[in-house]
């Protein structure tokens, strides 16, 4: 019933091609070719105290706060860099047009945030439909069933919900009214279960070009978090990483 109402409320539910176009649209009118954004990350309790040896900082309790820099050129280029906030000491998680590598410790929860914004954010083509091929080829590697669609809410407002409404099934939420990504949820090869959100495209500071937060979580528990602060549109390409 709740559905029904929701689905009375909100209006028509869209096909999952529509969708997916409209996402792809949304990447492919930027203008932007890199970005550079710095803020803050924060591990969750039960991740921290490895963390918190690897990276040569203190912690007693709670999570675990880090400097966070995100490094996108477009299309498909990302590295996302954590870094202790006492000490000299840094992981980065890299993506180069698919290809992945670490540098210093591996942290998975970096990795899985980094793959998803690479797939789902940092990808723009000039070519009619490459882009939403692009997104339907990398959701269909997270078993996400994309034929089927219903509407939800996430972060307080209406979603679509592609993918199978049962728990534990890969889905991928996009936000109803502006088409774009809200949540990525799939399970690894090791049937890990893994939850990738993107909260808030209404900051100054980062618009609609990305998510103000992007948060990772490993079942019921929160891995990571990384808060935008401040973004460079136009940044030093040659002076990137990845």
């Given amino acids: 019933m709740r559905a029904l109402l929701l689905v009375i409320t909100v209006g028509y539910v869209m096909p999952s091609y529509s969708i997916l ?16 954004l710095d803020g803050l990350g924060a591990a969750g309790p039960t991740v921290s105290r490895e963390l918190a040896s690897t990276l040569g900082t203190a912690w007693a309790s709670g999570e675990l706060s880090m400097s966070a820099s995100w490094s996108l050129r477009f299309p498909g280029r990302c590295r996302l860099e954590l870094t202790s906030t006492e000490s000299t000491k840094s992981l980065a998680a890299i993506s180069n047009n698919g290809k992945k590598r670490a540098e210093g410790p591996t942290f998975a929860a970096a990795q899985v945030a980094l793959d998803q914004v690479c797939a789902l954010l940092v990808l723009r083509s000039g070519t009619e439909g490459e882009t939403r091929e692009a997104i339907n080829k990398h959701l269909s590697s997270l078993k996400v069933d994309t034929h089927q669609v219903a509407l939800g809410r996430f972060a307080g407002t209406v979603a679509f919900i592609l993918g199978e409404r049962k728990e534990g099934s890969a889905q991928f939420w996009v936000y109803k009214e502006r088409f774009l990504p809200a949540r990525v949820r799939f399970a ?7 939850d990738v959100r993107f909260v808030d495209y209404t900051s100054q500071a980062t618009s609609e070009w990305f998510p103000r937060v992007v948060e990772v979580w490993k079942g019921e528990e929160m891995q990571l978090r990384v808060s935008v602060l401040a973004a460079e549109t136009r940044p030093n390409v040659e002076s990137m990483k990845f």
Avoid at 188 to 194: H, K, M, N, S, T
Wanted: glycine share 4%; no cysteine.
């Fill in 21 to 36: 176009k409209r996402v792809a649209n949304q990447r492919d009118d930027l203008t932007l070719t890199a970005l550079k």
């Fill in 188 to 194: 690894d090869e090791a049937g890990v279960a893994w």
